[in-house]
């Protein structure tokens, strides 16, 4: 049996980012959501949706999440779009468009601790360049 240091030293508490949220389906229906964040992957962030039928995620860029904050960010499969205090993301796909609105303060909460793991602009220090080389080498063990 591992001792709880063993255990922490596979796996680390402090190189992740996981914050739950309620995300509103057009703006009404609720869905749970999860906002997560990878030191490994310094540069992006996931949107997990739990769906009815089956979990969904959502790769796309932490600064785009960031700067939708702001102004309305994103072309193409995903938009970030301020309102008040609602932030608007917005799933385009050629099976079907969501807009799903999220408490600006759940998601200021989830920056807040993506900043604190990984500083913007920090991100090239915590990215693992050799392992991402071999994986697209496929040297990768």
Do not use: H
């Not at 995300?23 to 964040?37: E, F, K, Q, T, W």
């Not at 303060?105 to 604190?116: P, R």
Request: glycine letters at 8%; hydrophobic letters at 50%.
């Amino acid at each position: 049996m591992l001792s709880s240091f063993e255990f922490e030293s596979l796996f680390p508490q402090d190189d992740f980012v996981d914050v739950e949220m309620t995300a509103y389906l057009n703006g009404l229906a609720p869905v749970p959501a999860r906002l997560l964040y990878e030191q490994a992957d310094p540069w992006a962030v996931t949107l997990v949706l739990d769906c009815a039928e089956r979990e969904r995620e959502w790769l796309f860029s932490r600064d785009l999440l960031a700067e939708g904050m702001l102004f309305v960010a994103g072309e193409g499969d995903v938009r970030v779009v301020p309102d008040g205090d609602r932030v608007w993301v917005e799933l385009d796909v050629p099976a079907g468009r969501a807009e799903l609105a999220f408490g600006r303060a759940e998601l200021e909460k989830a920056l807040d601790a993506v900043e604190g793991l990984v500083p913007s602009g920090a991100e090239a220090e915590f990215f693992d360049w050799d392992r991402e080389w071999d994986l697209l080498t496929g040297e990768a063990a």
